[in-house]
Nanobody
Framework: QVQPVESGGGLVQAGGSLRLSCSASGGTFNRYTMGWYRQALGKQRELVADITSGGSPNYADSVKGRFTISRDNAKNTVYLQMNSLKPEDTAVYYC????????????????WGQGTQITVSS
């Protein structure tokens, strides 16, 4: 079991950059797939990016070329570097950890952070 905690949210002008961090303590961090999700006002929560335990990243089309996800297993931390921010990136961003240890038994385990607000002004 891990306990994700996000940090790094805030207000930024369009075109600017922010870096989010998620520390996930309490478990074997390097065995989890880590992801960033976001939920804008009035919209469903959506995947922004994730990264497997082996370091393979995946991005939503809307952020490709602008955002970079990375992980530092020694620090039990995943990062989301956000560049060229747009007003439509405004949302609450959530860190997610998924364990596939029991996937052959038909189960996965997910752990969520509390979220951090990103507001991009035009």
């Amino acid at each position: 079991q891990v306990q994700p905690v996000e940090s790094g949210g805030g207000l930024v002008q369009a075109g600017g950059s922010l870096r989010l961090s998620c520390s996930a303590s309490g478990g074997t961090f390097n065995r989890y797939t880590m992801g960033w999700y976001r939920q804008a006002l009035g919209k469903q929560r959506e995947l922004v990016a994730d990264i497997t335990s082996g370091g393979s990243p995946n991005y939503a089309d809307s952020v490709k070329g602008r955002f970079t996800i990375s992980r530092d297993n020694a620090k039990n931390t995943v990062y989301l570097q956000m560049n060229s921010l747009k007003p439509e990136d405004t949302a609450v961003y959530y860190c997610n950890a998924v364990s596939f240890r029991d996937v052959l038994r038909g189960r996965t385990y997910e752990y969520w952070g509390q979220g951090t607000q990103i507001t991009v002004s035009s």
